[in-house]
T-cell receptor, first 113, second 115 residues
Framework: AQSVTQLGSHVSVSEGALVLLRCNYS??????LFWYVQYPNQGLQLLLK??????LVKGINGFEAEFKKSETSFHLTKPSAHMSDAAEYFC???????????FGGGTRVLVKP | KAGVTQTPRYLIKTRGQQVTLSCSPI?????VSWYQQTPGQGLQFLFE???????NKGNFPGRFSGRQFSNSRSEMNVSTLELGDSALYLC??????????????FGPGTRLTVT
């Protein structure tokens, strides 16, 4: 079975500051890892994914994440926060087969001007 | 390419009633998954359909069921609604294969309120 833990249900950052969202996972097999963003009253939008290969993954809107197997982590970062980054972010894991996503509890990001 | 569409977007039902939600995947996508999102339980996997067959199922009671049609469109049904079924129901589609997991693309969701 797999599980995902996101540290911090709420994060507040100033515009232009670094955004760092933490995600740790547990999985019995090499995982597929994802970050999604959800804006109010909308569905989930895929930011980036890790399947195999390069451990530093670049996504949309300037976000990137690094897969660290030894730390079972997949933290999401963005060098400079923008007001439009205010949203809820979800880390998710799936196994190689079955296509079922297991989500973390989500982190709501507030961007202060 | 059109994204995942879900209908209706909003729904209000009474306890004990049943409801059917619809999802049209991205063209060419054969896998459709359903998730329930609530403030208390977060995002939980309901089930996944691939080529009209349920391939995976989450831990929900039998009141929750689904199906997929030959054009990959999917429906989920909830019978004997309970107050706790109030949630945002999200549908996601992916190309998928029987051996590896591809990214899932989500629809805007159906907001179900049970009174």
């Amino acid at each position: 079975a797999q599980s995902v833990t996101q540290l911090g249900s709420h994060v507040s950052v100033s515009e232009g500051a670094l955004v760092l969202l933490r995600c740790n996972y547990s999985s019995s097999v090499p995982p597929y890892l994802f970050w999604y963003v959800q804006y109010p009253n909308q569905g989930l939008q895929l930011l980036l994914k890790y399947t195999t290969g390069a451990t530093l993954v670049k996504g949309i809107n300037g976000f990137e994440a690094e897969f660290k197997k030894s730390e079972t982590s997949f933290h999401l970062t963005k060098p400079s926060a923008h007001m439009s980054d205010a949203a809820e972010y979800f880390c998710a894991v799936s196994l190689a087969a079955g296509n079922k996503l297991t989500f973390g509890g989500g982190t709501r990001v507030l961007v202060k001007p | 390419k059109a994204g995942v569409t879900q209908t209706p977007r909003y729904l209000i039902k009474t306890r004990g009633q049943q409801v059917t939600l619809s999802c049209s995947p991205i063209s060419g996508h054969r896998s459709v998954s359903w998730y329930q999102q609530t403030p208390g339980q977060g995002l939980q996997f309901l089930f996944e359909y691939f080529s009209e067959t349920q391939r995976n199922k989450g831990n929900f009671p039998g009141r929750f069921s689904g199906r997929q049609f030959s054009n990959s469109r999917s429906e989920m049904n909830v019978s004997t609604l309970e107050l706790g079924d109030s949630a945002l129901y999200l549908c996601a589609s992916s190309l998928a294969s029987t051996e590896s997991s591809y990214e899932q693309y989500f629809g805007p969701g159906t907001r179900l309120t049970v009174t």
